[in-house]
């Protein structure tokens, strides 16, 4: 068992899982989650879900509801942080650049309502979604201070992809958020993936599902928190809620310090290098 000092200050995460339905307006959407942020004060970090405010399956709907990183969602977000005094990370938005590209774009927000860190999704989805059609992949990975220490963000399928997840924490991630419009269909997909990335790197994973139905499609919920040992201190479960849990960043060098498996990992181009000789007798 990992022990951590009982100095070591906790910090407070808020799991806000929310529905898109499709006869609710985008303004009266942002409305309706930044009444339910309200309605949780106290905590240090509020995580919200990919596309929330536009809806992840308004394909059609993509152009019409782009918007800059001064639009209606990130404003509230920045306005929202400041009244509440705490870093928000709005999930992700339908993002226009200046060039008029379309991306799906996180946004973490720091408690002075400025805005700590973007990330524009590299892996974007086209498995039975018009994502990858329609939006364009991002090229950065930054990692950034949050509540959590130091921060990465990436979203939804991203989550399957070890190589990018090693990237991380080879740029120092303590900690990943994941915003997801994770289907139903592949929940346990969700739950295996989220643990074992925690296992892999040694640092919190808190992934923050949409709920609901869209499109027809119905969405996965089960937001959830998960520590560096692997353990899930909370998760939510089908429907809207918001789900707060006390968790100390300082479990991050406890568990490095006491299983450290990173120091034995190669860099991922030395595992290229590998022969490929299978030993076999001739």
């Known amino acids: 068992m990992v022990s951590v000092s009982s100095q070591s200050p906790a910090r407070r995460i808020a799991l806000v899982q929310v529905a898109s339905p499709e006869h609710e307006s985008?303004?009266?959407?942002?409305?309706?989650?930044?009444?339910?942020?309200?309605?949780?004060?106290?905590?240090?970090?509020?995580?919200?879900?990919?596309?929330?405010?536009?809806?992840?399956f308004a394909f059609e709907r993509y152009a019409e509801l782009a918007e800059t990183l001064d639009g209606p969602t990130v404003t509230m977000i920045r306005r929202l942080a400041r009244e509440l005094g705490a870093a928000i990370h709005l999930g992700s938005i339908v993002e226009r650049s200046p060039e008029g590209t379309l991306h799906n774009t996180a946004v973490l927000v720091g408690a002075d309502g400025k805005i700590t860190q973007t990330y524009?999704?590299?892996?974007?989805?086209?498995?039975?979604?018009?994502?990858?059609?329609?939006?364009?992949a991002g090229s950065t990975l930054s990692v950034a201070p949050s509540p959590l220490g130091a921060t990465a963000s990436i979203t939804c399928y991203d989550l399957r992809f070890p190589g990018l997840w090693q990237e991380m924490?080879?740029?120092g991630a303590e900690a990943?958020?994941?915003?997801?419009?994770?289907?139903?269909?592949?929940?346990?997909?969700?739950?295996?993936?989220t643990q074992a990335r925690a296992i892999e790197h040694q640092l919190w994973v808190v992934a923050v599902n949409a709920c609901g139905v869209q499109g027809g499609v119905e969405l996965g919920g089960?937001?959830?928190?998960?520590?560096?040992?692997?353990?899930?201190?909370?998760?939510?479960?089908?429907?809207?809620?918001v789900v707060v849990v006390d968790v100390d960043p300082?479990?991050?060098?406890?568990?490095?310090?006491?299983?450290?498996?990173?120091?034995?990992?190669l860099a991922a181009a030395a595992y290229g290098t590998l022969s490929a000789d299978t030993g076999a007798e001739a």
């Open 26 to 56: 985008r303004e009266a959407r942002i409305d309706r989650v930044a009444e339910l942020l309200r309605q949780h004060p106290g905590a240090d970090l509020y995580v919200l879900p990919e596309l929330w405010s536009a809806g992840y």
């Open 120 to 136: 524009r999704k590299i892996h974007v989805f086209g498995y039975q979604s018009l994502e990858a059609e329609l939006l364009t």
């Open 169 to 171: 924490s080879v740029r």
């Open 176 to 193: 990943v958020i994941v915003p997801a419009a994770w289907p139903a269909a592949r929940r346990e997909h969700w739950r295996v993936l």
């Open 222 to 241: 089960h937001s959830r928190i998960v520590d560096p040992a692997g353990r899930v201190l909370a998760e939510c479960g089908d429907a809207e809620e």
């Open 250 to 265: 300082a479990l991050v060098t406890a568990v490095r310090g006491e299983f450290p498996v990173i120091g034995d990992r």
